[in-house]
Nanobody, 122 residues
């Protein structure tokens, strides 16, 4: 059983930065495609960024491209989401999700974390 634990959320002013972490246990993270999602109050959950199992391929939502960077350290079983130039509209609960399939084949994620709150004040 894979467990995912997010950390690093908090309150930051617009223009600031935060780095989220998603720590995986129960299986080597190198066997998992890991994706970040977010959900703001009253909104649907939306895709933010994904990274392939090797870390060689990354995917970003248009709304965060150029501001967010996803990376992974498989030795530490951890995936990171560096968020720069944060905007109030980035305020949401951020979740990481994992699956053993390559990103392009995933139709539903097998594992989810509990989420971490990110609040960006104007």
């Amino acid at each position: 059983q894979v467990q995912l634990v997010e950390s690093g959320g908090g309150l930051v002013q617009a223009g600031g930065s935060l780095r989220l972490s998603c720590a995986a246990s129960g299986r080597a993270s190198s066997s998992l495609t890991i994706t970040w999602f977010r959900q703001a109050p009253g909104n649907e959950r939306e895709f933010v960024a994904a990274i392939s199992r090797s870390g060689g391929i990354t995917y970003y939502a248009d709304s965060v491209k150029g501001r967010f960077t996803i990376s992974r350290d498989n030795d530490k079983n951890t995936v990171y989401l560096q968020m720069d130039s944060l905007k109030p509209e980035d305020t949401a609960v951020y979740y990481c999700a994992a699956d053993s399939l390559p990103y392009r084949y995933i139709t539903g994620y097998s594992y989810w974390g509990q989420g971490t709150q990110v609040t960006v004040s104007s």
